[in-house]
């Protein structure tokens, strides 16, 4: 298996744009999921396949990747995007296993 | 609406077992691939095992191979996760998510705590 590594935490002014890393070697060869947590809630799924959103996601979510980073951003970040993302991708097995970064908490103040 | 919620959840000492399980609602259970993920007290997430659709084949997190074994019952749109000779460091949320490669729905977990 292998680790994603992201930051620990970010901090944001309300109205600027955040970004958040992922990186990993395997990156440069496999898809980059995400996934928001709010305090005492279930991960929802932000951005899929590198820079998909999901429709019930509002368009200020983008994600990107640039060789073995991936990135998230969130433009014109609003105080209730304070959350903790992960970022997530398959194992080299090739049956459904994943791997979760360590998380990286968002904070916008 | 797709709706996932797990049972199961409970303090249980070192070396015990324990079964959850995840009733789905909503979709089709048995055409969706699943996965466990788990998360420790104020720790990251942690994906934990997958099935295919038909109950094989699976996978597991190397943390719990041999001791976790994740199951299914299409007939009754719940998925399990048998837990075995239990570890403290097992202490955590368990969560079932719908999905192949990557968890996308995800239920609101059922704790797990490991203590004596």
């Known amino acids: 298996s292998y680790e994603l590594t992201q930051p620990p935490s970010v901090s944001v002014s309300p109205g600027q744009t955040a970004r958040i890393t992922c990186s990993a070697d395997?990156?440069?060869?496999?898809?980059a999921y995400w996934y928001q947590q709010k305090s005492g809630q279930a991960p929802v799924l932000v951005i899929y396949?590198?820079?998909k959103r999901p429709s019930e996601i509002p368009e200020r979510f983008s994600g990107s990747t640039s060789g073995t980073m991936a990135t998230l951003t969130i433009s014109g970040t609003q105080v209730e995007d304070e959350a903790d993302y992960y970022c997530?991708?398959?194992?080299?097995?090739?049956?459904?296993?994943?791997?979760f970064g360590g998380g990286t908490k968002l904070t916008v103040l | 609406e797709v709706q996932l919620v797990e049972s199961g959840g409970r303090l249980v000492q070192p070396g015990g077992s324990l079964r959850l399980s995840c009733a789905a609602s909503g979709f089709t259970f048995s055409s969706s691939w699943m996965h466990w993920v788990r998360q420790a007290p104020g720790k990251g997430l942690v994906w934990v095992a997958h099935?295919?659709?038909?109950?094989?084949?699976?996978s597991y997190a190397d943390s719990v191979k041999g001791r976790f074994t994740i199951s299914r019952d299409n007939a009754k749109n719940t998925l399990y996760l048998q837990m075995n000779s239990l570890r403290a460091e097992d202490t955590a949320v368990y969560y079932c998510a719908r999905g192949g490669d990557y968890p996308t729905v995800w239920g609101q977990g059922t704790l797990v705590t490991v203590s004596s």
């Open positions: 997530y991708s398959t194992d080299s097995s090739g049956n459904h296993g994943g791997v």
């Open positions: 396949e590198d820079s």
């Open positions: 395997a990156l440069s060869k496999k898809y």
């Open positions: 099935i295919d659709i038909d109950g094989s084949p699976t």
